[in-house]
């Protein structure tokens, strides 16, 4: 009984680690890879988008989207048409690869993912900036919480789900043992 607990929990355990490493796995892409340089920028800034070859089909038009807060005001360079700001369309080299600028708002805050996709390979590869917002205003007024400073969080949601499988962990195991006790306690002369 006590070696099926213990594989269930076993079992239990490696699913709810599972999970989280799922949830952050890259998107799958069907072709090459592409990068972005810089990787962190300040509101207002330029990054380049470079797609290796083979990541799209030769000389094909690639649909670029911006996602991300205020990602509609990004400014991207096309060749042939722009939709709107953050959505262009440009032909892929002729090797498969592709290269774009990308100028984030002014406002901006956060991740921002670029995704190009084929429109015949239907491929698609992304890429993401982080962009440091604008300076916010030096004085604060007095009485501000910690919340209210504007100060992002950057611990990870992995470390308390860590903490909290390893402390049901530790129950599972307390009860276990009383099983085994109350067990050895009844089967003893």
């Known amino acids: 009984m006590a070696k099926k ?18 949830a952050n796995a890259t998107p799958y892409t069907a072709g090459g ?3 972005i340089s810089p990787t962190v920028v300040s509101a207002g800034q330029t990054a380049t988008l470079t797609c290796d070859p083979g990541t799209f089909k030769p000389s094909e038009d690639v649909a670029y989207t911006v996602s991300g807060q205020n990602g509609a005001t990004a400014s991207l360079a096309s060749y042939r048409t722009s939709v709107s700001s953050a959505h262009a369309v440009k032909a892929a080299s002729s090797d498969g690869s592709a290269i774009l600028t990308v100028t984030v708002p002014q406002n901006a805050d956060g991740a921002y993912t670029i995704t190009g996709t084929g ?9 993401t900036v982080t962009v440091l917002p604008a ?16 100060i992002a969080s950057t611990g990870s949601v992995i470390g308390w789900y860590i903490a909290w499988i390893g402390g049901a962990l530790v129950v599972a195991g307390l009860i276990v043992l009383g099983l085994l006790a109350a067990r050895r306690r009844r089967t003893a002369p």
């Open 135 to 150: 300076d916010a205003p030096a004085a604060k007024t007095a009485g501000t919480t910690p919340s209210s400073t504007g």
């Open 119 to 127: 429109e015949v390979s239907k491929a698609a590869s992304a890429a």
């Open 5 to 22: 607990v213990l594989a269930a929990l076993i079992v239990g355990a490696a699913l709810a680690l599972a999970v989280p490493a799922a």
């Open 33 to 35: 890879a592409c990068s």
